[in-house]
């Protein structure tokens, strides 16, 4: 002994880990588990493949979106350096000496408001925004815009004052178009380029461009790319699947094969003790009124004389063969609803769906005669056996009465075995 003490605490968290063993080893070999698990993998590959088709769906969505927005900012890019290269001389002028600013004196205003309108029209562009560097509108194609300020714009304070080009997507309520027209919840790319002067930014294109047409687009590849994907998941989880019910059913074999080797006695066929007791009980409860109350049944020990001087005087392989020939005989006597099972040694116990004693002892002589028109492989001694019949009421327990059974058996032997007595 070494004096350790040893934590309670630990021994319950051993004891619960323990207990948590158990049940999951226990529920593992439940016949059902085969199914349960086919069940949940089946709905572990629908909430993947939900998950997978959504995620797929968002991801090709901000993929296009990111493209269409790139592909905005490329034109809008185009279009302002191409306006800025034709217009520099009305658009830029001097503000004091050695300043220039973005200016557009108001005699060309018409002039250059047309060659805007003209040249935008094929790109699909609603509206064109120059602004100075006070963010301040100089021109617009929505003319009642012009002159009025924009502090309040963060892309447009951004360009300003960093030189960078930015883009991003909106929906306008109502946006008006190059021909004078009104055009409602409109989907646009509003991208805004610095005007740059001797490497200073000094204001700033804003370019609506229309998405309509690649909103169209970007709907009809999501959805394809989607049906794609979801088509490509799908075969490969029916694969899956077919797999894993491939293995279920091994499983569900497997488990079947388990099942029925602790249920029965390999060598005879006859149920297990243990399991022997469980249907026992379950047969007095189908025999009664489905209450909960329990029908009289009747209990038969049927024994092989003189089983232990058999074993000493025969090899293994024909002591075995005597306990299948008796097994067999015995069930041959019995109806579908009776069970056998192996007692121990060389005893059996039938459980009888009989109320009436006297049919029970009736049944005993038939398995007696049987039993005794069996012989031992090889030519060897017939094998003859004792019975012990009993009557297990609905108020008895299904172990008393195999006390009884046994007494009645020590009787039959007493009496000179090869005999059927009832207690």
Not at 136 to 150: E, F, K, Q
């Amino acid at each position: 002994m070494t004096g350790e003490t040893v934590d309670p605490g630990k021994i319950s968290l051993l004891k619960h880990d323990g207990d948590r063993r158990a049940r999951a080893l226990r529920a593992a070999f439940e016949p059902s588990a085969p199914k349960d698990l086919l069940r949940g993998f089946a709905a572990l590959l629908v909430a993947t493949a939900v998950v997978i088709s959504v995620l797929f769906g968002v991801g090709v969505s901000v993929i296009y979106r990111a493209e269409m927005i790139r592909d905005a900012e490329v034109l809008a890019d185009s279009v302002a350096e191409a306006l800025l290269a034709q217009e520099r001389d009305l658009l830029l002028a001097p503000a004091e000496p050695g300043v220039v600013a973005v200016r557009l004196a108001e005699e060309h205003f018409a002039a250059f408001d047309r060659r805007m309108r003209r040249y935008l029209q094929p790109f699909g562009i609603y509206k064109i925004k120059v602004y100075d560097a006070d963010a301040r509108i100089v021109y617009s194609t929505d003319v009642p815009l012009i002159g009025r300020a924009d502090p309040d714009n963060p892309l447009l304070r951004q360009v300003l004052a960093s030189g960078a080009t930015l883009s991003e997507i909106k929906r306008r309520g109502q946006v008006a178009d190059l021909g004078g027209g009104v055009r409602f919840d409109v989907d646009v790319v509003e991208t805004y380029l610095p005007i740059r002067h001797d490497s200073r930014v000094i204001g700033s294109f804003e370019v609506y461009l229309d998405l309509g047409r690649q909103y169209e687009q970007l709907d009809r590849s999501v959805a394809v790319s989607v049906v794609a994907g979801v088509l490509v998941v799908l075969v490969a989880f029916a694969v899956l699947f077919a797999f894993a019910r491939h293995g279920a059913a091994r499983y569900a074999l497997v488990l079947s094969e388990f099942a029925h080797r602790d249920a029965t006695d390999p060598l005879t066929g006859a149920l297990n003790h243990h399991v022997l007791l469980e249907k026992t009980e379950a047969l007095r409860q189908r025999l009664g009124d489905g209450e909960g109350q329990r029908g009289a049944i009747c209990l038969a020990l049927i024994e092989v004389d003189q089983f232990p001087a058999l074993v000493d005087a025969a090899a293994p392989v024909t002591v075995d063969a005597a306990l299948r020939g008796v097994s067999s005989a015995i069930h041959e006597q019995m109806r579908d609803d009776e069970l056998l099972g192996r007692h121990r040694g060389g005893t059996f116990l039938a459980v009888l769906a009989r109320p009436d004693l006297s049919d029970a002892v009736l049944f005993g002589e038939r398995i007696r005669r049987a039993v005794s028109g069996t012989a031992t492989p090889g030519g060897g001694r017939s094998v003859t056996a004792s019975v012990g019949i009993t009557r297990c009421l609905p108020a008895d327990d299904v172990a008393t009465a195999v006390r009884r059974a046994e007494d009645a058996l020590r009787r039959a032997k007493s009496d000179g075995r090869d005999c059927v007595r009832a207690a």
